[in-house]
């Protein structure tokens, strides 16, 4: 990651020799944060402890281990785990991840407008007001995810990830306790199917995550890339160009990675179930009612979606 990926607004963050306390947004729950990334116990690339958040952050070269909290003041406590301090390039990157991670950037005020007259998501944004799309900041690992997590369940999803992660990525160890990075696109590209089937991949979703990590590791696709079409219906459609990638898996990446507010995974059977609980409905709804229910929510279908995803997972 590069410390200039994302802007940080100045003001935000205060240094000190340890540790770096940022300040987020007044609507934001770290509790709700937290309690989004404790649903799995099987996730590989964090570790959530006592209301702390440990994470391996990969920084262009290197990589830096930092422990979120919350501080006083709803602020963010980002200290630096190791014996030696990081440097103002790995400082600075971590910043920016954690911003973008959290998504403390978005204005959501709008949304919660939005939500706060409509009869499914009212209740919902009461529930967990606060809670930003948690994100994925690495095209390559939100495309991955996105490949891996297709037509299986969420359980074995993690399964699958954490074998990929485990076998082709690298770790970092502190108190005995491994912490990972996703692997490198350039590491995968040079693998062939038959050394991903062994992990439970199906033969198709191993091609598919090779054909992703050789666009980006030849320089083909990126972020930056498909940042700067600006418009994301024009992003989905070169999204779902590439092999592999679907409408779900490009709006999963549009939600999860470049934090496009009116993406919508239409399709997606964790909405579709969220709805059907909400409701009270005897059968999932159609896409057709799906399209109805969520024609108020305008540009803010992102939201709308991973509020209610919430409601289950």
């Known amino acids: ?19 770096i306390l940022l300040t987020p947004p007044s609507v934001f729950s770290f509790e709700h944060t937290l309690g989004y990334l404790e649903r799995s116990s099987n996730e590989c690339m964090f570790h959530v402890e006592n209301k702390a958040i440990y994470k391996l952050i990969p920084i262009e070269d290197s990589q830096v281990l930092v422990q ?3 501080a006083e003041d709803n602020l963010l406590k980002i200290r630096f785990l190791g014996d030696v301090p990081p440097e ?45 799309i948690v994100g994925i900041p690495d095209l390559f690992e939100a495309l991955c995810w996105g490949i891996l997590g297709q037509q299986i369940n969420l359980a074995f999803a993690y399964t699958l990830k954490r074998r990929v992660v485990e076998t082709f990525g690298q770790s970092a160890n502190w108190n005995g306790q491994p912490y990972w990075i996703f692997p490198t696109p350039e590491a995968i590209a040079k693998l062939t199917v038959a050394d991903l089937t062994p992990l439970q991949l199906t033969s198709k979703k191993a091609e598919y995550l090779i054909g992703v990590a050789k666009l980006i590791s030849e320089g083909q696709l990126s ?21 592999g990638i679907g409408p779900w ?18 399709e997606d059977v964790g909405l579709h179930n969220a709805v059907k609980q909400l409701m009270g409905l ?24 991973f509020y209610l995803w919430r409601t289950i997972y």
């Open 88 to 132: 103002a390039l790995e400082r600075a990157a971590a910043i920016h991840y954690v911003w973008e991670w959290f998504d403390l950037g978005t204005n959501l005020e709008p949304f919660y407008q939005i939500a706060e007259h409509d009869s499914l998501l009212g209740s919902v944004v009461q529930q967990f007001r606060g809670l930003r």
């Open 68 to 70: 979120i909290t919350k």
């Open 282 to 305: 005897p059968n999932k709804p159609s896409l057709e009612k799906l399209k109805q229910l969520s024609a108020p929510w305008g540009d803010w279908k992102a939201y709308a979606t």
């Open 1 to 19: 990651m590069k410390a200039d990926h994302i802007l940080v607004p100045d003001g935000h963050w205060t240094d000190h020799e340890d540790h």
């Open 223 to 243: 972020k930056e890339m498909l940042l700067q079409l600006k418009d994301p219906k024009a992003i989905e459609k070169q999204l779902v160009q590439i092999r």
């Open 249 to 266: 898996t490009a709006n999963y990446v549009l939600m999860r990675c470049l934090k496009a507010p009116s993406a919508f995974p239409i």
